[in-house]
């Protein structure tokens, strides 16, 4: 039997960092996806192909008729840990263990705030608990993709592997989730081309919420202030243009606290100052920073945006919010 499942990526729109904090966030499921194949083998052991993604450590060496390949195992092994602890998981709760094949091929940059290591995650355990026989709602998958965070990062809000199991667009607080109308959006993402680990920009803001708890405390509160006013904006009945540019507004005074948390670049800004200068309402960071993404709020403005932050030397993406969050896409008997 084999079992294909995929996931999607997501934006944070407001909120991330202070939502480990317990604080509320928004976010989006976009549409970009990991496909991930499941299927038993004979060896009895975890064997997991990932066909995408790049693997550090990795050392060369030739004379004139041999190749010889050096790996470091510690690095390889931490590159699939996300993978590796979803299938574990999931083997637990259906209390079996038994050889399975993974096979992942993702369209999502990986470490680029889009949420790569939660679709992963939510996309492994849709195809390994149908393997194994387990009926799992989407809610129970975020649950185990959280928990697969938890265990990699060491801390994790919960947020990306929730939008990615249950899709469309969430507000989301202390592992609880509101679906909030399906409003369109017209953004642009913008890619810097580095990449940001979450678990390592995580663990640089708690060093400094536990160095500085007396300045960093109200920033993160500000922050869950200011997703509460995103979320009134949002279900508001105010017209469309009134709407953005409140939610611009807001963008802009959470991309200044996340920089002042200390998680921007100087290439995401170039790409946040870029686009607000070629009319975006808006533009922030995206996901945990360091690297990755910004995005911009740019109605009537979203081709002139996207070649400002080409300009500015970033990758332009035009997305839309993805309804539908894990999918069982075959099952082949
Ligand atoms: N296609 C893939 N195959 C296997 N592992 C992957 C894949 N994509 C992502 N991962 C795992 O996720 C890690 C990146 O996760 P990380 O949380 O740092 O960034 P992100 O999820 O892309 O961004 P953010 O958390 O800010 O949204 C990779 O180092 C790898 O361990
Ligand atoms: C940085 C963070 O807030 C969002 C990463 O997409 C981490 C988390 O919520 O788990
Ligand atoms: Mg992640």
Redesign the pocket.
């Known amino acids: 039997m084999r079992v294909l499942a995929s996931a999607p990526a997501?934006i944070?729109l407001f909120g991330?960092h202070s939502v480990v904090y317990g604080k509320p966030a928004i976010a989006a499921a976009i549409d970009l996806r990991?496909y991930v194949w499941a299927e038993f083998n004979k060896n009895g052991r975890i064997r997991?192909e990932?066909k995408?993604?790049r693997v550090p450590g990795l050392t060369v060496s030739f004379s004139d008729k041999e190749i010889y390949f050096e790996t470091d195992y510690g690095k390889a092994a931490?590159?699939?840990?996300?993978?590796r602890e979803a299938i574990n998981l999931v083997m637990e709760e259906a209390g079996q263990k038994k050889g399975v094949t993974v096979s992942?091929?993702?369209q999502?940059?990986?470490?680029?705030?889009?949420?790569?290591?939660?679709?992963?995650a939510v996309a492994t355990i849709g195809a390994v608990s149908r393997l194994l026989g387990l009926e799992l709602t989407k809610e129970e998958v975020a649950k185990l993709g959280h928990k697969t965070?938890l265990l990699?990062?060491g801390a994790s809000s919960g947020i990306?592997p929730t939008v990615s199991a249950i899709g469309g667009f969430l507000y989301y607080e202390k592992g609880t989730f509101e679906e909030l109308p399906a409003i369109e959006l017209p953004i642009v993402v913008g890619y810097t081309g580095s990449?940001?680990?979450?678990?390592e920009?995580v663990a640089k803001v708690r060093r400094s919420f536990e160095e500085m708890p007396e300045i960093i405390t109200p920033i993160l509160n500000s922050m869950g202030k200011l997703v509460e006013k995103a979320r009134e904006v949002i279900l508001a009945d105010y017209d469309k243009e009134l709407k953005f540019q409140l939610l611009g507004r807001l963008m802009n005074i959470n991309h200044g606290l996340l920089d002042a948390l200390g998680v921007s670049t100087k290439s995401l800004s170039d790409l946040v100052y870029a686009s607000r200068e070629a009319g975006a309402l808006g533009a922030k960071i995206t996901?945990?920073?360091g690297g990755?993404c910004m995005y911009a709020l740019a109605p009537g403005k979203q081709s002139e945006v996207a070649t400002a932050i080409k300009i500015a030397g970033g990758m332009p993406m035009i997305t839309k919010i993805s309804r539908e969050g894990l999918r069982i896409e075959e099952v082949e008997e």
């Open positions: 997501k944070i991330e990991t997991i990932a995408d993604i931490e590159v699939l840990s996300y993978v992942i091929t993702s999502i940059p990986v470490g680029a705030g889009l949420g790569s290591s939660a679709a992963v965070e990699v990062q990306d990449s940001g680990s979450t678990k920009l996901g945990a920073g990755g």
